[in-house]
């Protein structure tokens, strides 16, 4: 079996502070992890993902991520956020056992104020 | 160059009445599959096609969805007798094949789905 959790609904910072989406995650082998963003009326797109190698992943839009084994958490983070970032961000993670079933986190709306 | 594509891009529907929803995938991708999102929800898989064939359908509610990919490039969901538990955006994805494992999905605008 394989799940994530999102434990923060929204998360809200001022332009220009660190922004970070928790996401922690359940497999019962080693995981693949991916985070996609969501924007209105739009479907997801790719941000970024853990496969192997280095726990610190960089992606799209200067976003990044840290793989943590010992805490099964995979949290997504930039370094100064963009009021353009605002958005529903989520997690998602397939076991290396199956090659095609992601299952998702419910998401975290993420607002950046001017 | 184009991405996935769903048609239509909102449906409404009356209770009991039956839909199609339509999937091009990226040109060349082998691998296709659908998720349904729920309102405040993350998405949840329905189903998987390598191919033609549906490798996976164990994330279907039940027997009134079914899906098909006839020549292996568009997918059509179906869903038989609509209830208003149906509604919801139903997105569609696609990758390149499905050996190696590490490919990252590309998904579809969606088909917002509404049930009255």
């Known amino acids: 079996a394989q799940s994530v959790a999102q434990p923060e609904d929204q998360v809200n910072v001022a332009e220009g502070n660190p922004l970070t989406v928790k996401c922690t995650y359940s497999?019962?082998?080693?995981?693949?992890l991916f985070w996609y963003v969501q924007y209105p009326n739009r479907g997801l797109q790719f941000l970024l993902k853990?496969?192997?190698?280095?726990?610190l992943v960089k992606g799209s839009y200067g976003f990044e991520a840290e793989f943590n084994k010992s805490q099964t958490s995979f949290h997504l983070k930039k370094p100064s956020a963009l009021v353009s970032d605002s958005a529903l961000y989520f997690c998602a993670v397939r076991d290396r056992s199956n090659d095609y079933k992601l299952s998702f986190g419910a998401g975290t709306t993420v607002t950046v104020r001017a | 160059g184009a991405g996935v594509s769903q048609t239509p891009s909102n449906k409404v529907t009356e209770k009991g009445k039956y839909v199609e929803l339509r999937c091009d995938p990226i040109?060349?991708?082998?691998?296709l599959y659908w998720y349904r999102q729920s309102l405040g929800q993350g998405p949840e898989f329905l189903i998987y096609?390598?191919?033609?064939?549906?490798?996976?359908d164990s994330g279907l509610p039940n027997d009134r969805f079914f899906a098909v990919r006839p020549e292996g490039s568009v997918s059509t969901l179906k869903i038989q007798r609509t209830e208003r538990g149906d509604s919801a955006v139903y997105l569609c994805a696609s990758t390149p094949f499905s050996g190696s494992s590490d490919n990252e999905q590309f998904f579809g605008p969606g088909t917002r789905l509404t049930v009255l």
């Open positions: 497999v019962s082998g080693n995981p693949y």
């Open positions: 040109s060349g991708h082998t691998a």
């Open positions: 096609f390598q191919g033609t064939g549906a490798a996976d």
């Open positions: 853990y496969i192997t190698g280095d726990n």
